[in-house]
């Protein structure tokens, strides 16, 4: 079994068991699957994130977006926007020259880039602030 988020026309976000996907896409081409706020047939899977694992154990975390939620994500996109278009790109270098400006040995300056879980966990026992930006399916090659 697998549970979709769905959306319907007028935007009302619910959730739905199917037996897979293709029992998804069969029930709702015969119009069977309808919104249980306002009955509507024209329903379609909503966004959802890919699975996230943090240990052995794989989790999935979904998002049916309402209004608030996508005024929430145009937001956080216009900000990270903001901040890469003010910001030095250093690439896989950025553990490396964040503690540079944390300890004084470079001028300040705003930078951005990508770091690996021990290089994240390194930054923190340093004392380094920091803060990650989110990756978007658009941002992705």
């Known amino acids: 079994m697998i549970r979709f988020d769905l959306v319907c026309a007028q935007d ?3 959730d739905a068991w199917f037996r897979n996907g293709a029992d998804f896409d069969a029930q709702n081409e015969k119009g069977f699957v309808a919104c249980p706020h306002c009955g ?3 329903v379609h899977k909503a966004l959802m994130a890919p699975a996230v694992s943090t240990s052995r154990k794989k989790s999935q975390v979904a998002l049916a977006m309402g209004d608030e939620q996508k005024q929430a994500l145009a937001k956080l996109k216009a900000l990270s926007e903001k901040v890469r278009e003010n910001a030095d790109y250093v690439g896989d270098k950025f553990a490396e020259e964040a503690r540079k400006i944390h300890f ?7 930078i951005y880039g990508e770091a690996t879980t021990e290089d ?5 026992e340093d004392g380094v602030d920091f803060l990650p930006l989110p990756v978007f399916p658009e941002d992705r090659n």
């Open 12 to 14: 009302h976000g619910f």
């Open 40 to 42: 509507s047939n024209d």
């Open 104 to 110: 004084g040995e470079t001028d300040p300056r705003g």
């Open 120 to 124: 994240v966990k390194g930054l923190v």
